[in-house]
């Protein structure tokens, strides 16, 4: 790997595990606020809302600048999203600033992968990556759950700064000041973001930006296998970027775990999730990627299962299961989404039209459990509801793909052969 690989990690590292703790931050902040449990659940649709209202522009944002610069840039609105919460604007419509800064930074963390690194190097890039990024999801949760717990938040109640009254009198306060300090490290590692040899594509006017973004969706969706790919990361991140509260609310229903303890399960469900993008990125081949579809299924159907788990101690290799499927599953997918997104349009582009998708199904689906929780359907009520739905739309995606080889076989081994040769 270039070494300008491994700056990029430092970076993605510390801007992800200051999203994360942030995460479990603003749930306590609405807990300990009286919040119901429905506004809980909305923190992760939030988040994704500017990636889908923006997608059509922040791809060229990221295609016209060098993107270490967009990732400072992002990296410095999400800043603004964590003051903006830490001095008493609604944590729905922080947490919502600071998706828009992390809708701004995807195209650019990923988009300079292509740029740095031929496609012979994609999976085992992406297999680090999301190795990373599970690792700083791990850290992220557990450390914004123990921010808030009995034992750290004293602690860091007790800074104080001479002649300057901060206004952070609880654990939440003072977890979300500290990632304030995460951030800015992520965004000095950006600076330090080496410039590559692509060449910047300036950005248009906003209708015409909108009008490519729809034609580059329309032609990733018409790729025989970037439909494939598109969907299955989609329906994956989805399920991902919901799992997060989902299992805190099951811990707490199932367990009788507070915010503290059930942060700790999420964090198991990332450690399987790093597990099975390693293995992935070492095991996969690019052109062997639609190999991995059924397991999809299967993390449906294990989602389900969490509402038969009624102690610690089965729950811990149970979510090390889920997470490992779940990271199996998308390190090869999202290698040969990035691939034919690549060759089909600009780098940035095409992460702009993947996070599109992948955000607008955490979106939906974040919508779905959140309107169940608020009429009422009990926790355990709709986890089961969720797993079928997972379940039963893989399951389509799967045949989707066989109708392809069978009817289209010619375009798909061409576009296969293409994978396996690329040399750049």
Not at 166 to 180: F, Y
Not at 326 to 344: D, F, I, K, S, T
Request: aromatic share 10%; charged share 10%.
């Amino acid at each position: 790997m270039k070494r300008g690989f491994y700056t990029i990690m430092s970076a993605q590292f510390f801007s992800s595990l200051a999203d994360n703790a942030l995460f479990v931050a603003a749930v306590e902040l609405l807990r300990g606020g009286g919040a119901p449990e429905w506004q809980r659940a909305a923190l992760v649709p939030m988040f994704a809302l500017f990636y889908v209202v923006l997608a059509p522009f922040v791809g060229a944002f990221a295609d016209a600048l060098p993107k270490g610069k967009v990732m400072f840039v992002a990296n410095s609105i999400k800043i603004v999203g964590c003051l903006m919460m830490l001095f008493g604007t609604h944590p729905l419509l922080s947490y919502a600033i600071v998706g828009l800064g992390a809708a701004a930074y995807s195209p650019a963390k990923y988009g300079i992968l292509t740029e740095l690194l031929p496609p012979s190097q994609l999976v085992k890039a992406n297999g680090w990556i999301e190795g990373l990024t599970i690792a700083s999801i791990i850290l992220g949760v557990l450390l914004g759950g123990q921010m808030i717990g009995p034992r750290v938040a004293p602690i860091l109640l007790g800074f104080d700064f001479p002649l300057v009254e901060t206004g952070v009198d609880t654990g939440p306060e003072a977890a979300i000041a500290s990632m304030v300090l995460v951030y800015i490290v992520a965004a000095v590692f950006n600076l330090r973001i080496p410039r590559t040899e692509a060449p910047l594509l300036p950005m248009d006017r906003p209708f015409a930006l909108v009008r490519d973004f729809s034609q580059c969706n329309a032609r990733l969706w018409a790729d025989k296998l970037g439909q494939i790919s598109l969907a299955t990361t989609t329906l994956f991140w989805g399920v991902s970027g919901n799992l997060r509260y989902i299992v805190l609310a099951w811990a707490s229903v199932a367990l009788g775990y507070g915010t503290t303890e059930a942060s700790r399960l999420v964090g198991v469900v990332a450690i399987g999730t790093a597990g099975g993008a390693i293995v992935a990125s070492v095991a996969m081949k690019l052109d062997r990627a639609t190999g991995v579809i059924p397991l999809g299924i299967c993390m449906g159907l294990l989602v389900i299962g969490m509402n038969f788990i009624t102690n610690a101690w089965a729950a811990g290799p149970f979510l090390v299961l889920l997470g490992a499927i779940g990271g199996y599953l998308v390190v090869p997918m999202n290698a040969l989404l990035q691939h034919r997104g690549h060759n089909l349009m600009g780098a940035g582009r095409s992460i702009a039209v993947q996070n599109f998708n992948e955000q607008a199904c955490i979106l939906g689906l974040g919508a779905f459990y959140t309107a169940m929780t608020k009429f009422g359907l009990s926790a355990f009520g709709a986890i089961t509801i969720f797993g079928l739905v997972v379940a039963g739309t893989m399951e389509l995606i799967r045949r989707w793909h066989r109708h392809n080889t069978v009817q289209h076989r010619d375009e798909v081994e061409r576009l296969l052969a293409i994978a396996r040769s690329d040399p750049h």
